[in-house]
């Protein structure tokens, strides 16, 4: 084997086992100082001005600040396999996103 394919496969292997660790690791609720926090749990900050959603970049790390001006609808639904039931993280339609939760199915 070449150098080039030695490293393809160092690197698949490498991304093989940190990939599924960090994708899986819990978004963490963060210290909060602020008072004009209205609402907190593990997924969600409600602010007077805005929602600030953990876990929604690629598990724990990112975090995803959302003005309510930019809100355009907020609509609950039953879920079910074709409206996110068993998806953990990410979009199926590309005008949804669901954020990471686990324990969503």
Do not use: C
């Amino acid at each position: 084997m070449d150098s080039g394919t030695v490293l393809v496969l160092a690197l698949i292997v490498v991304f093989g086992m940190v990939l599924p660790v960090v994708l899986f690791i819990p978004a963490a609720k963060r210290p909060v100082s602020e008072e004009s926090l209205l609402y907190q749990d593990r997924y969600l900050e409600v602010y007077h001005d805005r929602l600030v959603i953990s876990g929604y970049y690629f598990g724990p790390f990112g975090r995803k600040s959302v003005p309510f001006a930019e809100v355009e609808k907020v609509e609950a639904v039953d879920l079910n396999w074709k409206t996110g039931k068993y998806r953990l993280q990410g979009t199926g339609d590309f005008r949804t996103w669901f954020a990471q939760d686990l324990s969503r199915p």
